[in-house]
């Protein structure tokens, strides 16, 4: 069996006046009419106080929830959604009230609760809790609605925040180390234009002294032919004094001659004293004889004087001409000496030459690399950007990778420094893709790909000290000093 529902307050308090008023009206009829027995008259007095003490009884739930009622509208205004009035079974409108105020307090703390956890997870940059509408009216849903598109900017706004802080935090990251790596690349290109000039300055050196090589060589030519000259004198005085010698022999055959004669003269003359007193003319002859002996001797000294003399004359001047040729064959010794000098020098610097040549071509193609790792590391910025630009950035890695494997081993691959240079260079690579992942993701961790740049900055400060450990010092003298050629 149901329970048949009290009628509402309305109905209630309806018929409570109306019986009121009937009683009333009755009372007056009695009293006005006359009508016995009087004692009637005595039961309007328990009546009405029974109708005021009904009505007393009945207001009293409906007063203590309207008090409730205004008591939980107070806490709601102080922010306080969550109470609600109940115990209000039976009690008609103010029931009503009460449970249309508690449906409307369930939608107000939905409203916010959505409203809070929306904001809440923004707060935390977590846009993917949208609030949710479904089940709530009219403005309630429409508001929710747009705060839903609000947050949706919001997410937008956040990821253009985030992009352009972590790309400003990138541009700073960048420029610092790329003026490092601009510098380096600087100090590479100071040390070519040094050694460059080294060079010049090397190059101008010799030709000078292969000027002064080619003065001395124009002299030593002019001494030899002077001394050829002089040889070719010296020739002809001695022939000059062989004919002299000659005539010298032929000068003694005939005082030879001439002795023999006086020889053979003196004897005749001892053996005609002998004879003396048979043939006195046989004195006169002799002495004929020994006086022509005389005079053919005393022309033969005369002549073998004359002979000397013209031979001393040759032979002083022959001395001279030989001491003329010994200070020009020094001259040659010393201008000869002069031009071993200078072919040694020219043989050093030709070495210094090579050597700087060399540390040119290796410091040249270290500042290449180093220029492609940077270009490198640019791509790879912006590739965090555009995440469609990693394949220019791979590129870069595979040609640099492809040097490390060829050319830079068969440069470098004996110095120490070299070893460590491929898994630097790895390393590089591996953080800057994993940065270029890490931004790709839907909710990208900006702390994540500031690290992983960050250890690709550190892994690219290592690869260029690397670098730097492989040039060999050039030579450390300049230019050769001028050599004078006499």
């Known amino acids: 069996m149901t329970l048949r529902r009290p009628p509402f307050l309305s109905t209630q308090f309806l018929l409570v006046l109306t019986g009121y008023n009937l009683l009333v009206l009755v009372t007056v009829l ?35 929830v309207l008090a409730i009622l205004r008591h939980h509208i107070g806490l709601a205004r102080k922010g306080e959604l969550h109470h609600r009035t109940t115990r209000a079974r039976h009690l008609g409108e103010v029931g009503q009230v009460a449970w249309e105020l508690n449906d409307f307090m369930d939608l107000i703390e939905s409203y916010f609760k959505e409203i809070n956890t929306c904001f809440s997870r923004v707060r935390e940059h977590d846009f993917r809790r949208r609030p949710l509408s479904s089940g709530l009216p009219g403005v309630f849903a429409s508001s929710l609605d747009n ?59 010799n030709a000078e002294q292969s000027g002064q090589s080619e003065a001395a060589a124009n002299s030593i030519g002019e001494r030899l032919d002077t001394i050829a000259a002089s040889v070719e004198a010296v020739n002809d005085a001695g022939q000059a004094m062989a004919r002299e010698w000659r005539g010298i022999e032929d000068a003694l055959s005939a005082i030879s001659g001439l002795a023999e004669q006086t020889n053979l003269l003196a004897l005749n003359a001892a053996i005609e004293a002998a004879r003396a007193g048979e043939a006195g003319r046989g004195f006169a002859v002799v002495a004929d004889e020994v006086k022509n002996l005389s005079t053919r001797s005393k022309s033969a000294a005369l002549q073998v004087q004359e002979t000397l003399a013209s031979l001393s004359s040759k032979v002083h001047d022959m001395l001279e001409r030989s001491q003329a040729a010994a200070s020009v064959a020094e001259d040659v010794r010393v201008s000869v000496d002069g031009f071993r000098s200078v072919f040694v020098r020219l043989a050093q610097t030709s070495h210094e030459v090579i050597e700087r040549v060399e540390h040119v071509t290796q410091q040249s193609a270290l500042s290449r690399i180093k220029m492609d790792h940077v270009l490198y590391k640019q791509y790879g910025y912006l590739a965090l950007a555009r995440p469609t630009e990693l394949a220019q950035a791979t590129g870069q890695y595979e040609r640099l990778t492809l040097w490390l494997e060829r050319e830079g081993r068969e440069l470098f691959a004996g110095l120490p420094g070299w070893q460590a240079l491929p898994s630097v260079w790895q390393t590089l690579h591996d953080s800057v893709v994993q940065a270029v992942r890490a931004i790709s993701d839907p909710a990208p961790d900006e702390q994540q790909v500031l690290a992983r740049m960050s250890a690709a900055e550190q892994a690219s400060r290592r690869f260029t000290e690397a670098l730097d450990t492989l040039v060999r010092p050039a030579a450390a003298s300049m230019a050769p000093p001028h050599l004078a050629l006499t």
Request: no cysteine; charged share 15%.
């Open 147 to 205: 705060v839903g598109e609000a947050v949706a900017a919001m997410e937008a706004n956040h990821h253009l925040l985030g992009s352009s802080r972590l790309s400003g935090e990138l541009n700073q990251l960048n420029t610092s180390h790329l003026r490092g790596d601009l510098d380096s690349t600087q100090n590479d290109l100071v040390t070519i234009s040094n050694d460059m000039q080294g060079i010049a300055s090397i190059a101008r050196a």
């Open 30 to 64: 009695l009293a006005w009419s006359g009508l016995e027995p009087l004692w009637s008259l005595w039961l309007i007095p328990p009546l009405s106080l029974a109708v005021t003490a009904y009505v007393l009884v009945t207001s009293r739930r409906p007063f203590r």
